[in-house]
T-cell receptor
């Protein structure tokens, strides 16, 4: 059974701090890794994708991938109250165009 | 990325009735998917909508309960049949975006069954 695991949270950080969200996956053949953000009452939106080991930066967001440890993380710098949402980790293993989803981590950024 | 529109965005339905959700994409896409997200839960794939053929259902989902149509490369429908309160959920249309090897979602359809 292919799995993606995330801490459910809630993760609470003060405004301006760095929020660190973590995700582990079980399938060593996984090729692509994604972070989606879902605000309450809204559908998920893609915020980051990463395919190679190392870091990928996009504005205040940095995705980190370590395939040897089967670990992917998302760092949010200078966290804002508007970042308060559930963050979903998704992994693509390369078959049937299906993503394997984590249960999501709830993030609360406190003013 | 594609622009994905879903209708209805929200509905309250009577037990035992059926509701059809429509999904329209602004460009042709090969693969479309239907997901369900129950309150407080993550995403569960219902089925892959195949153009011109029967949908491929995931374990636990059957065609009689969730019939799906895909008449062309830009449109699909999902029907939730004989609804019960357990069907109260968000239903999400999504498409596989080849350029990014990932999925984009429509706005979702929030169904409440009473």
């Amino acid at each position: 059974q292919k799995e993606v695991e995330q801490n459910s949270g809630p993760l609470s950080v003060p405004e301006g701090a760095i929020a660190s969200l973590n995700c582990t996956y079980s399938d060593r053949g996984s090729q692509s890794f994604f972070w989606y953000r879902q605000y309450s009452g809204k559908s998920p939106e893609l915020i980051m994708s990463i395919y190679s080991n190392g870091d990928k930066e996009d504005g205040r967001f940095t995705a980190q991938l370590n395939k040897a440890s089967q670990y992917v993380s998302l760092l949010i710098r200078d966290s804002q109250p508007s970042d308060s949402a559930t963050y979903l980790c998704a992994v693509y293993a390369g078959n049937n165009r299906k993503l394997i989803w984590g249960l999501g981590t709830s993030l609360a950024v406190n003013p | 990325s594609a622009v994905i529109s879903q209708k209805p965005s929200r509905d309250i339905c009577q037990r035992g009735t059926s509701l059809t959700i429509q999904c329209q994409v602004d460009s042709q896409v090969t693969m479309m998917f239907w997901y369900r997200q129950q309150p407080g839960q993550s995403l569960t794939l219902i089925a892959t909508a195949n153009q011109g053929s029967e949908a491929t259902y995931e374990s636990g989902f059957v065609i009689d309960k969730f019939p799906i149509s895909r008449p062309n490369l830009t449109f699909s429908t999902l029907t939730v049949s004989n609804m019960s309160p357990e069907d109260s959920s968000i239903y999400l249309c999504s498409v596989w975006w080849t350029a990014g090897n990932t999925i984009y979602f429509g706005e979702g359809s929030w169904l409440t069954v009473v």
